[in-house]
């Protein structure tokens, strides 16, 4: 565990160099499957609170799941579909980078982008809706508190301009491809990824 939260805190400061460490470590796969791991449960135990808390989606989602019975249901599948997500965006940005001449292993790239596609979201989505959201529901408020357009901000421009950013650095490290092939390649792959989550979380 203490191999996680190294890459963890090498990923904020300094992505290139980790990417690299991840890729020369046997077990940066394990590193990258547990930071994963350990991340969709607690995104999992955010939305339990949620419903016990009596919150539904302010968003009505795709399946046809009842408002009130959805945070239950997605306390089970949140990990399962987040794995399924992730795993579904290396194997692509892996296949895409070998295509294009990369040399890294899907074992690097799979360690390496676990991190650098959930460290983001740790601020901008885990934290706020972890710590700050069950006081504002059990107060009877439905949204955060500041405007909407900060609120677009921190679930969306902020999290993913990150992302794409040490996402294309540490594939850039790893396959030892220039980053403008390399960016073109995390967004694609990130499509698929997105519309899966859109689907199942909320």
Not at 20 to 39: H, M, N, S, T, Y
Not at 86 to 97: D, E, K, N, S, W
Not at 141 to 150: F, V
Not at 163 to 177: C, D, G, Q, W
């Amino acid at each position: 565990m203490n191999r996680v939260f190294h890459y963890f805190a090498g990923f904020l400061v300094r992505p290139g160099r980790t990417a690299e460490e991840i890729a020369r470590d046997p077990r940066g796969v394990w590193a990258g499957f547990w930071w994963a791991l350990l991340f969709f449960l607690a995104y999992a135990i955010t939305v339990l609170i949620y419903y016990l808390l009596g919150h539904q989606p302010v968003s009505r989602p795709f399946l046809p799941i009842p408002l009130e019975s959805w945070y239950l249901v997605q306390t089970f599948t949140t990990i399962p579909v987040g794995l399924a997500g992730a795993t579904t965006y290396t194997g692509l940005v892996y296949l895409m980078c070998r295509a294009a001449g990369g040399r890294g292993s899907y074992e690097a790239t799979f360690g390496s982008q676990m991190f650098t596609t959930i460290v983001p979201w740790i601020f901008f989505t885990l934290l706020p809706e972890l710590i700050l959201a069950p006081f504002l529901i059990a107060a009877g408020h439905t949204a955060m508190l500041w405007p909407e357009w900060i609120e677009v901000i921190r679930q969306f421009v902020a999290p993913i301009g990150w992302v794409l950013t040490i996402s294309t650095i540490a594939l850039n490290r790893i396959h030892a491809l220039q980053w403008w092939k390399t960016l073109p390649f995390t967004i694609i792959a990130l499509v698929p990824m997105a519309g899966i989550m859109a689907v199942f979380i909320r």
